[in-house]
Each structure stands twice: as structure tokens, then as C-alpha cells.
């Protein structure tokens, strides 16, 4: 079955930056999409942007242009999700989702990594 | 890109059906089909229960259903189960070409 592993729990200091990783399984990795949507404490979902990892579409939310970058290792089926400059506004958790090509919907999700950014 | 707007909470009984609604605007819900619904509990991962408006994909029950009218989308769940108590998103795809979501609504089952 398909499977979105994220890598665990990170605690890092402002203007730090933290890489999360989504490592796939069950099925093929270069067919899908992958989207980062994060949820702060207390607050809602938030896309961050998406990934193909044939590297055709590659989009962020404006608001994370020029602090995030994606990127991926198809040898591992992982892709991989840096975000810089960090700030307490960054304190998240962090979740990778898969989608089919043109659907536009997340049909599978990671499990969640916490970002918690703090001096 | 604003946030699309749901009512912090909705409260039902056993049995009853409610609705969560969703606005939007003319760049996003308005003129998108693409119009989503996640089911969120708490320390699990969000899992879709509608897309494009109104479907529902395969295992989804058909106590879920989505529509949408103008720049509003709405959540219907009937028959209300004390499984159903979690929190729900709404998201559309917009007309530049990105993702916006809603604050999230709080379901409760009494």
C-alpha cells in the first residue's frame, strides 16, 4: 500500500534552516506529485507548495518564495523539503501529500514532522 | 491569497445532519471545480472525504456529501456518528494556480 514516511521531530533556533524528508513506497515515485502543507499550533492547513519529481511543475505559495526548496532523490523514492531563515511563525507541523497528476487532490499524506523553531 | 472561511465549530447530535459551509471568492472557490473537503482527527493524518465539489472517493460513506453555490462550498454530513467528530478543511484550487485552505471547522457530536 502506499506509504509517506516523513523523518522525525525537529527543534532548531532562528534563522536556522531544517531539511524534513517524505520517503515513499507502494507505488511508482516518479508518477506522482508531492505537496508540503503545514499546520501552526491553534491554526489551519497551509499549502507550501508542490514537487514533481520529473522536475516539469514546481510551484510555491508566495508566501514561502525564496525560503523553501524542494527536492528529491528518486534512487530512495524521498523527496525533501528545506525551509531557511526560520522564525517562531515557522513552528509547525509539517506534512508531505501525494497527488495524482491533475487531480489536484492529496490522496495520501505523510504522518507529520514538528518543526518547532525556538531560541 | 486569503484563507477561505468555515465557522470555527459545528455541533450535531447522533443522527443529525449538519453542514459546514466555505467562502471564498471569484478566484478561487467561484471559478474553481476543484474544491476539496479533508477530514482531520487530531495526531492522524488528514484524509479526503470529498473532491472536485461533490464526489466521493472509493470508502468515503455516503453520509458525506459537498456542493457548492456561488463563491460557497458546503459539507453536508447526515447521520451523524461519534466517529465523525474531528475537524474539516476545506481547500480550492485557484485561479493562480495554487492551493488555499480554510481556517478549519471543529465538528462536534454531542
Known amino acids: 500500500q502506499v506509504q509517506l514516511v516523513q523523518s522525525g521531530a525537529e527543534g532548531k533556533k532562528p534563522g536556522a534552516s531544517v531539511e524534513i524528508s517524505c520517503k515513499a513506497s507502494g507505488y511508482t515515485f516518479t508518477n506522482y506529485y508531492m505537496h508540503w502543507i503545514r499546520q501552526a499550533p491553534g491554526q489551519g492547513l497551509e499549502w507550501m507548495g508542490i514537487?514533481?519529481?520529473?522536475?516539469?511543475?514546481?510551484k510555491f505559495a508566495q508566501k514561502f518564495q525564496g525560503r523553501v526548496t524542494m527536492t528529491s532523490d528518486p534512487s530512495t523514492s524521498t523527496v525533501y523539503m528545506d525551509l531557511s531563515s526560520l522564525t517562531s511563525e515557522d513552528t509547525a507541523i509539517y506534512y508531505c501529500a501525494r497527488e495524482t497528476p491533475r487531480t489536484c487532490y492529496f490522496d495520501s499524506w505523510g504522518q507529520g514532522t514538528l518543526v518547532t523553531v525556538s531560541s | 491569497q486569503s484563507a477561505l472561511t468555515q465557522p470555527a465549530s459545528v455541533s450535531g447530535s447522533p443522527g443529525q445532519s449538519i453542514t459546514i459551509s466555505c467562502t471564498g471568492t471569484s478566484s478561487d472557490v467561484g471559478s474553481s471545480n476543484h474544491v476539496f473537503w479533508y477530514q482531520h482527527h487530531p495526531g492522524k493524518a488528514p484524509k479526503l472525504v470529498i473532491y472536485d465539489v461533490s464526489n466521493r472517493p472509493t470508502g468515503v460513506s455516503n453520509r458525506f456529501s459537498g456542493s457548492k453555490s456561488g463563491n460557497t462550498a458546503s459539507l453536508t454530513i447526515s447521520g451523524l456518528q461519534a466517529e465523525d467528530e474531528a475537524d474539516y478543511y476545506c481547500t480550492s484550487y485557484t485561479s493562480t494556480y495554487t492551493y488555499v485552505f480554510a481556517s478549519g471547522t471543529k465538528v462536534n457530536v454531542l
Open positions: 514537487f514533481d519529481p520529473t522536475g516539469v511543475v514546481t
